[in-house]
């Protein structure tokens, strides 16, 4: 069967920032479903939702206490299956995240799990050392009556679920279960429930957290291997077109495992190659260490690491990945670059062989807000603030006071006005996702020949015997090209003279050979 992700335009929505439907400065189920028509417009064809699972929201809803409920924060289950049903009847897919690695320590199994004398059901789902002084790395101590000590993932308030172990330290076979333990099934078979649950709610795929650290002391990997390759094989029993995607960075293990789709993100190096590595672009200096982005106008970046990266792929493996522009976890893209930069970032990710993911307010350059700090999310908070659609209060957020998160402070930048400047941001991401549907050659598996890998960047794409050529200048310096491309189907600060491209500023051209 064709997966359908491999031709996905995927666009990240962070719910609580979307759109306020009922004016309770929170954004919600229904204020998503009002705003379809604008994903339409924009034209891309599957969205992936943030967590709405109900939750505590100490850390962005990544702290779930619910894995069947919704948050009433977003609205009611039935507004959750109305906004399935709409973005499905828009022609559009949806994936929802699945949050197994942990839960928050508010979860009624974790409750159980750590009473004095624990529910017998619940006991081992999460990692308890089988007395409080037993040393084990990243556990909590002392904060419960049972005598143990619990291993968490990330924050102190989310315990890891129990998945069993790789490796198994001599000495503490009692709690280090190996992962393939007859004991550790009946949690297996909840996450397997979860998924059916949510499949059955109509949703086409799930987007999984923490992909690779399910299994504890899984140096090899081949405890999450054998993890997934179970878990997503029971998927695609109950609807064999679902698709799942990874956090993990690693698309070439991610297919080992049964992943459709891996997205490329900070715990990428060659990723951060690409756009983060000048300061102020990435969450810490040390993913910064590259010292220069080869998108940046000063041109002093690399393309070589990325390139390799993805040749190997395509080379030695079935997997597929995805370029995001941001994420929720990572500084706005826009920060500390020109809008033509970013429409050169753009241009890369719809023509290159790579499945192109959109974080929301991307494609008008919402910048960072540095000044925001809620739900656990500290810097991260500032790539949450609310979509900005308009000129009006909270740029047409909300209809309240007080917003949840407030937005950017720039005036200018709103759907509504970069609407009727063609050369907009927004309008040119949005011609240029026409052109990605509208040519085979920009599917996933087109074929992509590299002219030139250094200043500017030359590729070209095929499909059915015919080529489209690419170049894109990402700096302010100007590159003269021998090239005599037929018809421009693209272009941006281009001059043409005979058989020569002048790509000025920022330029790039995408052409019919
Ligand atoms: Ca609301």
Known sequence: MKKWIKDAIIY????????????????DFNGITQ????????????????????SPFKDGGY??????????????????????????????RVIVDLVVGHTSDEHMWFKKSKQAKPDPKYKDWYVWTDCCFTPADRSMKGMSKRNGNYIVN????????????????????SWQWHYTDERLKPLRDEI?????????????????????????????????????????????????DCCFLAEWGNPIKAAECGFDLDY??????????????????????????????????????????????????????????????????????????????????????????????????DEIGIKHNYRVNKDGGYVRTGARTP???????????????????????????????????EHSLCNTVKSL???????????????????????PLEFMRKANGEEIYIAINPTEKEWEIKQNPQTVLAQENVERKEKTIKLKKYGFIVAKM
């Not at 990240?12 to 954004?27: K, M, Q, T």
């Not at 659609?389 to 970069?418: C, I, M």
């Open 12 to 27: 990240e929505i962070y719910p609580i920032s979307f759109y306020d439907s009922n004016g309770d400065g929170l954004g």
């Open 192 to 240: 397997i429930n979860i998924i059916r649950f949510w499949l059955e709610k109509g949703v086409d795929g799930f987007r999984v957290d923490l992909a690779n650290s399910l299994v504890k002391a899984d140096k090899d990997g081949e405890g999450v291997k054998w993890f997934w390759n179970i878990v997503i094989g029971e998927a695609k029993k109950i609807n064999p």
């Open 433 to 455: 996702i026409k052109l990605h549907k509208e040519y085979p050659q920009f599917s996933y598996e087109a074929d992509l020949t590299m002219i030139n890998s250094g200043y």
């Open 264 to 361: 490329l993100c900070h715990a990428t190096q060659p990723y951060n190659e690409l756009f983060r590595s000048d300061k102020g672009t990435n969450l810490t200096p040390w993913l910064e260490r590259a010292g220069h982005s080869y998108f940046a106008k000063e041109g002093e970046g690399s393309f070589e690491n990325f390139l390799a990266y993805v040749t190997e792929i395509f080379e030695t493996s079935q997997g597929a990945y995805s370029i995001p522009t941001g994420f929720h976890d990572i500084i706005r893209i826009a920060e500390k670059k020109d809008v033509g930069v970013l429409k050169c970032i753009f241009a890369f990710i719809l023509t290159f062989k790579c499945v192109p993911q959109i974080y929301y307010g």
């Open 154 to 173: 990330y924050y102190a308030f989310q315990p890891a679920l129990n998945y069993g172990f790789n490796e198994i330290k001599k000495g503490e076979e």
């Open 387 to 421: 979509m900005q659609w308009d000129n009006s209060a909270h740029r047409g957020f909300t209809k309240a006071k007080r917003a949840y998160l407030p937005t950017e402070t720039a005036k200018k930048r709103s759907v509504e006005n970069q609407k009727e400047d």
């Open 63 to 92: 702290d779930v206490t619910d894995y069947y409920a919704v948050d009433k924060r977003f609205g009611s289950m039935q507004d959750c299956e109305n906004m399935l049903q709409a973005f499905h009847k828009a022609g559009i």
């Open 35 to 54: 705003k379809i028509p604008y994903l339409v417009d924009l034209g891309v064809n599957t969205v992936w939702i943030n967590p709405f699972y109900k």
